[in-house]
Structure formats: C-alpha cells, structure tokens
C-alpha cells in the first residue's frame, strides 16, 4: 500500500510527511528535533509519559508523539511558552527522581541528562522531592535503581521473556507509581535480552550486573561537542555596573568539598587576565575572614548541611551584589544530598552508633558548642537565600565558569559549548 | 496495530481473595497469574493500583473513613481518634488481634452525611466520635455489619415547579422504550442529538452526536458503558438517582444499545456504591422479566441486549472514559494517550459509548417526553435540567434537580446557606467562585457545573481547603505521566511551605506558574484540572494570598530552628 503524503506546517513553515506519522518523526525527517524522552519509535500506540514533546495545534497542546499528522495541521513548537514547558518537564523528572550524575554509571550516555544539556538546564526550578527508592538487587542479573527511574515505561511494553511474559510492571498509583521486575521471568531472560533492556532504559534504571561500567569521557554519547551544538542559555540579568574600579569578588565553600574551588584555579593563563579584572575579599583563596567591604560578586560552592553555613550563606546575600552557585552541592544538594532521603538519626547512628561497635557505652554523637549544628537535611543555596546564577557541574568546567564570571563582570554575551556544560 | 488485552475477569478474581480473607497473598496472585497466563508482576500491578486491594492482612472489618474537605469540616479529625481508641488499631494499619482495619479513602459519595465510612463496603454516616465507640462495640460482640449499617437517606431538596422536572417526575417503567417499537435506531438518535443533550459526566459532549459517531463505525459489536464511578469529590447525585431511578437508568442505557446496535451494556460501578448492588442488580431482573432484557427481546424483535455491572476497586482516576475502559478490561486504570477514542476503539478494542449516569437517565426522558418539550427547558447551550449535588454548610444538603440557567443565588437561596464565603463547583477538578457572584448561572454558556456545589462559609480556612485537594490529586493521580505525577506532589511541598508560614510572594507566582505546566502538559483531564481550583482561588481571593506570604528581602523562607530540630533531639540539646 502507497502512503499518502500529506502537508502541515510547523511554526508556520510547510513541511510534509506520510499520513498518520507521528509528528516526532515526521519532525525529524524535516530536519525538526522535537525533544524526546519516553518515545520509542516502533511502541504503538506511544507511550506518551514523559511529556517532554509537548507542542500546541488548534489553540491545544499535544504531545507530539502521540499527535499524528494530518493534512493541513498547522503546529507550533519553537514558542517561548512551550520550550519552557518541554524544559519543565525535564527539570521535574530531575526533581521527583534522585540523580546523582558523578556516580552514575549512565551518565553521559542518559538520555535525561542529554536533554537537560541540550535545553540548558542549570537547576531544576522544582523542590527536590528526596524519596527514599530503593535499588533492587534481587534479580538474577539486573539491578533496578528506582532512585533513577523515571517511568517512561518502555521496559513495561518491550521486555518480555519468553512466552511474551512481561518482566516489569508499574505498582501503585499516584505519587508512589514505581517500577517493578518480576523475578521470577527475569531469571528467564538470555543474556541480549538483559542486555538489551539495559539499552532501551534511557537513563541509569536498569543495569546488567558487571555490564555498566561507566565509559570513559569523552567516548560517551552526550561528551560530543557536535551532539546538538551549543547549549541553550537564558540570557544573563544580572551584570554588575562597569566601572573603573576592579571588581570585588568573595567566595566560600559550604558543603562541598573544594573541588569547585579547584575549578576555578584550573584556568591558567586566563587566570592572570582575570586578576587584572578584579580583587578577591571574602575567600579561601585570600584566607579573608570577614567581609571588609561591599562585595560585586558572590561564588558559593557547596550547599547547606549545617546551621554555620546556613549563616555564612545569610552573610554572602547581605553582603554581594549578585551570587552564583557553582556545582552541583550548591544548586540542589549534590552528593551530600545523599544523605537526605533517610533521616538525620538514621544518619548519625549509622556513622556514630552501630558502626564504632567498639564504643563500650552505644552512641555517642558529638557535639560541642563549638561545633556547627547539623540541619535535617542538606539544603540546595536557593532553599536559603536567592540566587543569581547557577553553573552546573561536578565540579563545573573551568572555562564555563570564567566565561559566566567575565559576563557578569564586563557585561559581554557568552556561549557555552556542550563539553563545558555537565552535571559530573 | 496494537494488541488488544483483555483480562477482564481479573478485577473479579481479586475481588474474591479480598472478600474472603481481607488482602490479596503472594500465593492469590500466584494463583490468579497462573490461572490467568498472566506473569505475576502484571497480576501485582493491577492490584496495586486500586486502594480497596490490601497485599497485607487488612481486618476483619475494613474501615475506610472518607478524607474529603467536606468530612474534614464536619469532623474527620475527632471521628478518626475515635476510631483509632476504640479499635486499638493504629492508623493505616490493623489492631493486633487483626480485627479491625483503619484507612482513609476518598470522597465516598455521601457529602450531605458527613463525616462518613465504609465499614466492610456498608455506609456509616454522620458519625460523631459516640457513634463510633457503639459501633466497635457491636461490631467486637459479634452483631453482624450489615445489621448495624445506616440506612441512607437520599434527599431530593428541589425539582423545578410546574411539572418541569425531567429526571425526578413519575416514573412508569418501559414507557420510554414502548417508543422503540415505532422507531428505528436512526430514528432514536436523531431524536437525541435535537434534544441538544449534552454529557453529564463533566464534558458536556453532545449525546447525540457521540452515539452517531458510534454507530457509523464499521466494526461490531459495539458495547454501551455507563459511567457510574462518581468520584468527584462532593458529588453524590448518580448515587440518589441509583437509587430512586434506577429503571431511569437501565431504559437510557437499552435505547443507547438500541441506537448504536449493540448487544451488551456494562454499568461500571464505583466499589463505593457497592451496597447498590442488590438494588441494581433487582431492577435489571425486573427488565429481564419485563422482557426488555435478554435475548431476542421480546418487546422489541431480533434485538438481544443485557446489561452486566463491573465494580471498579477504588480509584478516582476510573471515572476518566479511557482509564475506565481499561479498568473493565481488568487493567490498570492509566488514561490513554488519546490516540483514538472509544467511540472507534473501546472496550475489547471495539466501538463504545461511555456516558454517565444522569446521561442515560436524562436520554429515556428525552424519548419519552420528546425532544421539542426537552428544548423548551433549560438555556439554549444546555436544555433540559441537571442534578446538583449539594453539600457543605448549608441546611439542606441534598440532590438539586435544577432547570439550567438557575443563577447561584436562587441555589443559595434555596439550600439556606449560611453566611457563605467560597462555592466550589464541580468538584476540586472544578473552578471556585465567591458566594458573591450570585448572579451567575448554572449553564453550558456560563458556569458548567459537573454536579456538584460545595458551600463553604466564612469560618473555613480557604487554604486548608486547598491543600485538601491537591492531596486528593496527588493520592489519586494514576502515575503515568510526569506533570500529574510529580506535579501534585510538588505543589503538595509548595502548599506546605505556606502553611508553615515561610511562603513569599514569589512562591505564589510559582504556584501558578507550574499549575499552568500542569494543565498544558497532562495527559488526561485529571492533571490538566489539578491546579485549577488553586489558581482560580489566587485570581479570586489576591487579599488572603497577599496575608499568607512574607517578604523578608532576599531571604527565602527558610526555618532554622526546625531543620536543627532532628539533630537536638539526637544529641539531647533542648
Ligand atoms: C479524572 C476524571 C474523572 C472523571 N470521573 C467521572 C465520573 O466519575 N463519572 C462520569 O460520568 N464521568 C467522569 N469523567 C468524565 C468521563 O471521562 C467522560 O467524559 C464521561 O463519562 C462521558 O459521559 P457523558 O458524555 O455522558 O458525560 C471523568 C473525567 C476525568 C478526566
Ligand atoms: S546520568 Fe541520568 S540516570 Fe544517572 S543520575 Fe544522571 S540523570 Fe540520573
Ligand atoms: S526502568 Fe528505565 S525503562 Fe523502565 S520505566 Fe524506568 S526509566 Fe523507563
Ligand atoms: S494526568 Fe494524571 S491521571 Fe491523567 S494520565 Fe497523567 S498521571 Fe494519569
Ligand atoms: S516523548 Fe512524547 S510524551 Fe514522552
């Protein structure tokens, strides 16, 4: 049977594509990339989970893979309001699961984060949700981290073993909707067959026992510079007035471990360029203790785990003109963060009680008047204070950050290339 | 072309482990999986998604008490530590000797009884904290469940005068469908779609034209499903007139078979009502009998129909058409990405119409009473009439049949609410108007009430009301899809953050901003409608919005002395 080729238009050009595709695709064979998470190209009829492709027809939007194209169907998809709202949905999934990209054995391979580098997002404007999910070790040869999970279902419809048994499932309803594999038909899958859901997971949910080592950078799918170009950037508000004087720069490390500030020093010859530029208070960097003046700009690494940071973070607010977050601890908690999905009194007798069995009496937390009080959690910087800027990473590249800094000091456009913008 | 799967015993398989032991085992699913061909992960996931399966032992009385906003104000909270005290069982769990269970449930269909509960799938309502030590007590000396069960009253407050009610007037059963012996399917339809008869189950699509599309699609059979799930919180109108009517019923249900050509009706009943059951099941006997049932009808030759009930499990998102279909199929009930509709793929794959309750009810009274009379009532976007669902703090909670275009303060007027404040109107899903707006109308073209007002007064605090609902969302959401999902629970965090006192202005720009996410990314009409009442709320009341928030520079609400509360109370500083 012929297809019939019919006309539509996206964003007011006229494209053409067999009837019925479904826009994704027929998209893509313009040269359109429509983002994608949960679509898989031969599951009909599509998922539709994800809603990362939402585009608008007729005043309604639609997931584009589950719109089909019609003759004369006229659709908008590069809008302000609809790349915000495909970036959303992204920035959720980030929130609801637990992402810890630097320990991830997908990462730079995930189709998560790939997305987020390619529609630029540096912080998810959602509160991390920090759901104790478990990993699943009991099948025979796949692990399921439900922490990474984000429900796309492709391994519900296209996993089965043999006899069309299907292996995984959604359990519950609602907010507690996870992901289940049944043991029993996973111990039936070969070898490819594990294999092969471990590919067909777009982010790090399902791993092949000894299978998912982590390839090395720069040999991983979302390491090329030419993977979609540039990164989309919003453009920067808040640059500070250019003046003659050298510009007043602080910095602190809160819950982080110096590895952003080791970044930053990781520019080299740029660095004598920059210092021409400005002078450091407030900093590690200086061994300043106290803000002695009025500060242009705050660098924070590192997020909040304990009351002095909560303070120091209070006092770089009151004292900086504009505040930048840097890695990934700073923007919502990052690997410390960890900790966040049990509580501190699990924490503390774990670190403290039952593992020093050698201490006669049990526990012993210390604590001292001296010593910084611990919060129940670690707090992203923009839980406690407003933040200006945020620089992903783990720790961020060097160059992104100095191109962020050198915009916010000169006031000059910057562009960011996709190997310098990571979350690991 | 994809596959269709149909498990549709499988609701009714595990309705039998639950009913005989209380929960569903490792070893029932097992079973069912085996029985069915199915692997034991899609058996555990089809049990999971419905809140009346237990995979744990639940009781021998299963208490589910409804957690609606409107049980909350009649007094949820001291019912529940009564409950709590006098079975000894913690909350969400089962007492030791396994005797009695304790769960919250969503709105239970009974909001002009508040607060009620089930108690093994039997109405208990207006309890008091009294009621309910009496009630365990009998219950702990042996008096059997359905002895000591309510017998529930069902309140029609209002039809409108001079004999223009539609739904609540006489009823002589089959004297809507005598019309049939004179009328070709053709015929019947044509008759609804000029009756301008629009849905009555939130979407107002017209009935007409849904059993037309219905009927020209070429496959067969072809099946007619009401819609008798009823979960929108505060709705109760479908519950009354299944009760009073259900001939009404069953006569819309057998011309909509007649008029699309189908040969089997299923009623999709809400496991709530589950104690409609003999009722129901009464009156479909007595059409049997009548001869208006069956095979080769006898009032009406070569026309075979009959009319089965399913009971859903408990899940709102069911009453969503696609979701429900799936539900009778013996899925999990996940909308659809709306890729077809059931009018050419519904059940079994097969055309389908999916309407609701009233819908059929109020289609046998536009044959019977002809289109024309049925035109002269209402607006000209909506004729006829409509039940209300009212509740809330008014004297005459009840059923309302009102002729559209009735303004809000007729209704007011009419309920003798005091001291009114906030309405909701149809439900969370719905928008919230101030009482003050008396002057609108229930109608297509203005206020398009899906069944239910709920009267809230002066004194309730409106951002309880509020985080009540986007509770019930967040609870009831099916999990498919990322806006829905995380969405609700995000907003859930936000409200909290107001509660608490540490909001920021920002923070309610934010909300509106992701509860406009909501509606453009979701699925189905359950994540698309989430957000509404909240963002309709902000547009309507900025002044308390404005009081709930602080501006404290370029400080967020942060609250130091309770995020240090876990690490004192670990080390033991007060
Ligand atoms: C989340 C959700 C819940 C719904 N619940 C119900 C319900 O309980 N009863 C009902 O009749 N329709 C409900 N609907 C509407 C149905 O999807 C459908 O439109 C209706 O059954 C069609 O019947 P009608 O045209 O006769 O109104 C719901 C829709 C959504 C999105
Ligand atoms: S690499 Fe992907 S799956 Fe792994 S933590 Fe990061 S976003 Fe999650
Ligand atoms: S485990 Fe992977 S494939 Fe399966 S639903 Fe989760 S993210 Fe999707
Ligand atoms: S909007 Fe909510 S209920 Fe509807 S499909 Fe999405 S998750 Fe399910
Ligand atoms: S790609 Fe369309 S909803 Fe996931």
Redesign the interface.
Same mark, same amino acid.
């Given at each position: 049977m012929k297809e019939k080729v019919v006309s539509f238009t996206i964003d007011g050009k006229k494209y053409q594509a067999p009837e019925g595709q479904s826009l994704i695709k027929a998209a893509e064979g313009n040269g359109i990339s429509i983002p994608s998470l949960c679509y898989y190209e031969h599951i009909?009829?599509?998922? =539709? *989970?994800?809603?990362?492709c939402?585009v608008k027809s007729d005043g309604r939007?639609f997931?584009a893979?589950?719109l089909?194209v019609r003759e004369g169907m006229s659709v908008e998809f590069n809008t302000p309001?609809l790349n915000?709202?495909r970036k959303?949905?992204v920035e959720?999934?980030f929130?609801?699961g637990n992402h810890f990209c630097p320990a991830c054995e997908k990462s730079g391979d995930c189709d998560l984060q790939g997305l987020g580098y390619r529609l630029g997002v540096t912080i998810s404007?959602?509160?991390h949700?920090f759901l104790d999910r478990v990993i699943d070790y009991r099948p025979k040869r796949i692990v399921v981290d439900h922490n990474r999970c984000?429900?796309c279902?492709r391994c519900v419809e296209e996993v089965k073993?043999e006899g069309q048994?299907?292996?995984?499932?959604?359990?519950?309803?609602?907010? =507690? *909707?996870v992901v289940?594999?049944?043991y029993?038909?996973e111990a039936k899958l070969s070898d490819n067959e594990a294999m092969r859901a471990m590919h067909l997971c777009p982010v790090g949910a399902i791993l092949v026992r000894g299978k998912s080592r982590p390839r090395p950078r720069g040999e991983r799918k979302y390491d090329l510079q030419d993977a979609g170009g540039d990164v989309e950037q919003a453009p920067i508000k808040h640059s500070v007035s250019v003046g003659k004087n050298k510009k007043v720069i602080a910095t602190t490390s809160l819950a982080g471990c110096f590895g952003c500030h080791m970044s930053l020093l990781d520019i080299d010859e740029e660095l004598v360029e920059i210092i021409e530029l400005v002078e450091f208070n407030k900093s590690p960097l200086t061994d300043i203790k106290t803000f002695s003046k009025r500060c242009d700009v705050g660098i924070i690494e590192g997020g909040c785990c304990n009351?002095e940071n909560?303070e120091v973070l209070?006092a770089f607010?009151a004292n900086c003109d504009v505040l930048v977050a840097i890695g990934e601890c700073a923007i919502w908690g990052g690997l410390p963060a960890m900790r966040n999905v049990v509580?501190?009194?699990e924490c503390?007798n774990e670190a403290y009680g039952h593992a020093t069995s050698d201490v006669e009496e049990g526990k012993v937390?210390p604590?001292h008047e001296d010593l910084p009080?611990?919060?129940?959690?670690i707090?992203g910087c923009?839980?406690?204070?407003?933040i200006d800027y945020y620089i992903p990473g783990c720790p961020p590249d060097a160059s992104h950050l100095w191109k962020v800094l050198k915009n916010i000091i000169l006031g000059t456009g910057y562009s960011v290339i996709k190997s310098e913008f990571k979350y690991d | 072309m994809e596959k269709i799967i149909d498990h549709s015993p499988l609701l009714n398989l595990l309705w039998a482990r639950q009913d005989a032991k209380g929960f569903i085992s490792d070893q029932d699913i097992h079973d069912i999986a085996e029985h069915m061909d199915l692997s034991f992960i899609e058996v555990e996931g089809v049990c999971t998604f419905y809140h009346f399966f237990h995979r744990r032992p639940a009781g021998k009385f299963i208490v589910y008490l409804n957690n609606s906003i409107l049980s909350d104000f009649s007094g949820y909270a001291a019912v529940r530590k009564a409950l709590e005290t006098a079975t000894g069982a913690p909350w969400n769990g089962v007492d030791r000797k396994g005797l009695f269970g304790l769960f919250d449930t969503s709105c239970i269909g009974l909001s002009d009884q508040e607060p009620a509960a089930l108690i093994n799938f039997r109405p208990f309502v207006k309890l008091t904290p009294e009621k309910v030590q009496q009630l365990v007590n009998a219950l702990r000396n042996g008096v059997p469940v359905d002895q000591l069960a309510d017998h529930i009253e069902n309140p029609v407050r209002y039809v409108p005068p001079d004999g223009k009610a539609v739904v609540f007037r006489e009823m002589v059963p089959g004297r809507a469908l005598q019309k049939l012996t004179q009328m070709t399917p053709e015929e019947v339809i044509a008759e609804v779609k000029s009756s301008n008869l629009r849905g009555m189950g939130g979407a107002f699509f017209p009935v007409g034209e849904k059993w037309e599309l219905c009927r020209k699609q070429p496959k067969t059979p072809r099946y007619v499903v009401c819609n008798a799930d009823e979960g929108e919180p505060g709705t109760f109108k479908d519950r009354v007139l299944m009760t009073k009517l259900p001939e009404l019923l069953i006569e819309g249900m057998i011309l909509g078979g007649y008029a699309i050509g189908a040969n089997q009706g299923i009623i999709y009943l809400r496991a709530e009502y589950r104690y409609l059951l003999p009722r129901l099941e009464g009156a479909l006997d007595r059409y049997r009998q009548m001869g208006w049932l069956g095979k080769d009808i006898p009032a009406r030759k070569h026309f075979d129909f009959d009319i089965r009930i399913q009971l859903g499990a408990g899940a709102y998102v069911c009453g969503e058409e696609t979701a429900l279909l799936d539900s009778l199929m013996g899925k999990r009930g996940e909308p659809w990405p709306k890729v077809y509709f059931p009018v050419e793929r519904g059940y079994l794959g097969l055309p389908t119409i999916v309407n609701n309750v009233e819908s059929f009810a109020t289609a046998a009274r536009v044959i019977e009473l002809g289109a024309e009379a049925f035109r002269r009532l209402g607006t000209p976007g909506s004729p006829g009439t409509r039940l209300l669902s009212v509740a809330g703090d008014c004297s005459y909670p009840g059923v309302y049949e009102i002729e559209w275009g009735m303004s809000v303060g007729e209704l007011l007027d009419l309920t003798g609410a005091q001291d009114p404040l906030y309405l909701q109107i149809s439900g969370p899903s719905g928008i919230g108007i101030s009482a003050a707006d008396r002057h609108r109308r229930f109608s297509f073209e203005d206020l398009r009430c899906g069944g239910s007002v709920m009267i809230f007064n002066h004194k309730r605090d409106l951002l309880k009301i509020l985080v009540n609902f986007t509770e019930f969302f967040k609870e009831e959401s099916c999990g498919v899809c990322t806006p829905c999902r995380a969405g609700n629970f995000i907003l859930s965090r936000k409200l909290e953050l107001l509660s608490r006192g540490l909001g920021r202005g920002a923070d309610l720009e934010e909300i509106r901003q992701w509860g406009n996410l909501m509606t453009t990314a979701s699925r189905c009409g359950l994540g698309k409608g989430a957000s509404n009442a909240l963002i309709n709320a902000m547009d309507k009341f900025p002044v308390y919005f404005q009081k709930l928030v602080h501006s404290k520079g370029r400080e967020k609400g942060f609250d130091l002395d309770s995020a240090l509360g876990d690490y004192r109370e670990a080390v033991g500083i007060k």
């Open positions: 009909d009829p599509p998922l =539709g *989970t994800c809603r990362v939402m939007s997931a893979c589950t089909k309001e915000d709202a959303a949905m959720m999934l929130a609801e404007r959602f509160p949700l984000i429900l279902r073993a048994y299907p292996v995984f499932s959604f359990l519950n309803r609602g907010s =507690g *909707t289940q594999i049944d029993e038909q009351d909560v209070r607010r509580s501190l009194e503390l937390i604590h009080e611990l919060l129940d959690r707090y923009n839980e406690v204070v407003e | -």
